[in-house]
């Protein structure tokens, strides 16, 4: 099983960025992959997430889809902002619904996003 995460970069504020996540080992179809971010010194907190029902879902400024035939997620960003400055990580679910991180059965490697002028 693997998740890898990549797209991440030094932007400037307000910019868009779109993460990408490419599975395998498993099914995408079958399974909630959600995405998580670590700021400097903070814990990792849950974005959004896809369940197996679900192509895209956006809250605020963060819209995550999935393309099944690509084994992908995507994480798009929009109006960034320095405090989005973290890494950020992919992340199979256990069951069905989008979870904590207590939730995790697997974990990308994460990509590093910095958001700086």
């Known amino acids: 099983v693997q998740l890898q995460a990549s797209g991440g970069g030094l932007v400037q504020p307000g910019g868009s960025l779109r993460l990408s996540c490419l599975v395998s080992?498993?099914?995408?179809?079958?399974?909630?992959i959600g995405w998580f971010r670590q700021a400097p010194g903070k814990e990792r907190e849950g974005i959004s997430c896809?369940?197996?029902n679900t192509v895209n879902v956006t809250k605020g400024r963060f819209t995550v889809s999935r393309n099944n035939a690509k084994n992908t997620v995507y994480l798009q960003i929009n109006s960034l902002k320095p405090e989005d400055t973290a890494v950020y990580y992919c992340?199979?679910?256990?069951?069905?619904?989008?979870?904590?991180?207590?939730?995790?059965?697997?974990w990308g490697q994460g990509t590093e996003v910095t958001v700086s002028s």
């Open positions: 992340a199979r679910h256990r069951g069905p619904d989008c979870g904590t991180t207590a939730q995790i059965m697997d």
């Open positions: 080992g498993f099914t995408l179809n079958y399974h909630t």
């Open positions: 896809v369940t197996p």
